[in-house]
């Protein structure tokens, strides 16, 4: 019954007749909802006889104020919009949810941590810390505990209690040093910053901060993980060409690659099909509410409709399988071409898929919110685990408060659920990643170089389509997106355009991943 009422509550427009459906369905006890929503009535037109809106005069309230360029002495202007504020019951806003206000709170913590590392000698094991304090000694203040890590396995770890930092200095501190790193695995270092005494509202122990160096992996050796050549073995597969795609077939699987979008478009397995959407080429995404300028920009030079054309391809039979190689654009309807390049796609003899991205973006364009590939997978396949940027969402101008670590998350837990529905739950950085259903269903990806991915219950289409969050609909299948880059999530609606080196608008650029099916 709750239900009925509120919704009709919510679509009456006449202003004493939503009145008398506030009073009665709201006569005994009130809850946590009913009281929120008599806040919001008496915002909207008053205590007494509903005759005016004072909602929207608060908001026109607050247009002013923004707009205006007087200084602003005695702090007037300030007092005056936290009093509409209050009046729009704005401030309540603050712990309507949680998990997301947390996740800011975690990004801030960490701009502010109050000793930050600034150089660090491999050699030596010299770490070079700064003092952010004031007044305070580092020491006095904080214990410094150190970290090595290969991915999930811990190398060596200890602490650092006694140092002398003064406020706003530099200093170095010994820790430990690692042989060098050989082979394919990175080591990352953490340094996180514990607090030494209680405090008022903290305790001992409190993380108050950390940092990560991150000593590179081999890149030769990298490369050659990437290079599917496992098998020495002649190709067990057989390629047909038709006038539309290449069909790829051996004993335990079939594989097309469409000469209409560049990409594979069906995978078979065993008799099962793992795409259950076909892989496209993705430069868009649901705008942020930080996107409200630059969004406008897109639709003008039609990025959200961008198609593929294929110029030409060409595919040959290698030692471990076959390559696919095509010259393709990209281009939004009735618009010139804003991307321009080549893709070689490689398909191993075990099934291996493996895609060699090069071209550049047209830089009379405004920046692509993100370039990569996007497809469907089964929905039961909703475990995951990656080493990058996270646990919670991350971009490339928003990873502060994240770490560099291996995490395992479902699907439903990796979905940040604002309020307007927008693009979320990217992760930076990421070096590798494992979606599965169980151990034998589902696939690991890497990438030459740290890339983005994101894996989400709904469509890009679906989140931009609606307004509010209680709307979504989950689609029949989860959509996996892979980036090369996305483009940063702050911008020109509210402070300076995003930086430079936050845009995906690369004149040039090489993107090398591969695929492994369980």
């Not at 607090?195 to 890149?219: R, Y």
């Not at 390629?239 to 077939?249: D, K, L, P, Q, R």
Request: with cysteine; glycine share 6%.
């Amino acid at each position: 019954m709750e239900a009925a009422w509120s919704e009709t509550f919510y679509q009456e427009t006449d202003a004493p007749k939503r009145l008398e459906l506030l009073k009665q369905n709201t006569e005994n006890e009130l809850t946590q909802a009913d009281v929120f929503r008599k806040k919001l009535w008496v915002a909207r037109y008053g205590k007494r006889k509903p005759t005016k809106d004072a909602f929207v005069g608060s908001l026109m309230e607050l247009k002013c104020l923004a707009e205006g360029t007087s200084l602003d002495f005695g702090g007037q202007r300030r007092k005056q919009a936290a009093k509409i504020i209050s009046t729009l019951c704005l401030a309540d806003a603050d712990s309507l949810d949680e998990e997301l206000r947390e996740n800011l709170l975690l990004e801030l913590k960490n701009v502010l941590r109050p000793v930050r590392v600034t150089g660090y000698d491999r050699r030596t094991g010299a770490l070079e810390l700064r003092n952010m304090l004031d007044f305070t000694d580092a020491e006095d203040a904080l214990e410094i505990h150190y970290l090595w890590k290969q991915e999930e396995n811990v190398l060596e770890e200890g602490m650092i209690s006694e140092f002398h930092l003064p406020p706003h200095r530099t200093m170095r501190v010994m820790i430990p040093p690692l042989q060098t790193v050989t082979g394919a695995d990175e080591t990352v270092l953490t340094i996180e910053l514990i607090q030494k005494k209680d405090a008022p509202l903290t305790k001992a122990g409190h993380l108050l901060g950390f940092d990560q160096i991150v000593l590179a992996a081999n890149a030769d050796a990298v490369a050659q993980e990437l290079s599917l050549a496992e098998s020495v073995a002649l190709s067990l597969v057989s390629c047909t060409e038709t006038e539309t795609e290449y069909c790829f077939a051996a004993e335990h699987f079939t594989c097309r690659v469409s000469k209409r979008t560049g990409t594979i478009v069906s995978f078979i397995k065993d008799g099962t099909e793992y795409l259950k959407q076909p892989m496209v080429f993705d430069i868009y995404r649901a705008p942020t509410d930080n996107d409200g300028n630059i969004s406008e920009k897109w639709k003008e030079a039609q990025l959200h409709h961008a198609m593929v054309r294929v110029y030409e391809s060409s595919a040959w039979q290698r030692q471990d399988g076959w390559s696919v190689r095509m010259h393709f654009s990209m281009a939004g309807v009735s618009r010139q071409k804003f991307f321009e390049g080549n893709v070689e796609w490689k398909i191993g003899n075990d099934g291996s898929l493996g895609w060699y991205v090069e071209g550049g973006i047209d830089q009379t364009f405004p920046f692509l919110p993100r370039f990569g590939l996007r497809f469907g997978v089964d929905r039961s396949w909703n475990q995951v685990s990656y080493y990058g940027y996270g646990p919670q969402e991350s971009y490339c101008d928003k990873h502060r408060g994240s770490r560099l670590d291996v995490f395992t998350q479902t699907v439903e837990e990796m979905h940040e659920d604002y309020l307007k529905p927008q693009e979320n739950g990217n992760h930076f950085g990421t070096r590798w990643v494992h979606l599965e259903q169980m151990p034998d269903v589902g696939f690991t990806s890497r990438g030459a170089q740290p890339f983005e991915f994101g894996i989400s219950e709904y469509t890009r289409e679906e989140l931009e389509r609606k307004k509010h969050a209680f709307e979504l609909e989950k689609s029949d299948f989860l959509t996996v997106y892979f980036n090369d880059m996305v483009s940063g999530v702050g911008s020109a609606s509210c402070g300076p355009e995003l930086a430079e080196k936050y845009q995906m608008k690369k004149a040039h650029f090489i993107w090398q991943m591969e695929l492994r099916w369980a």
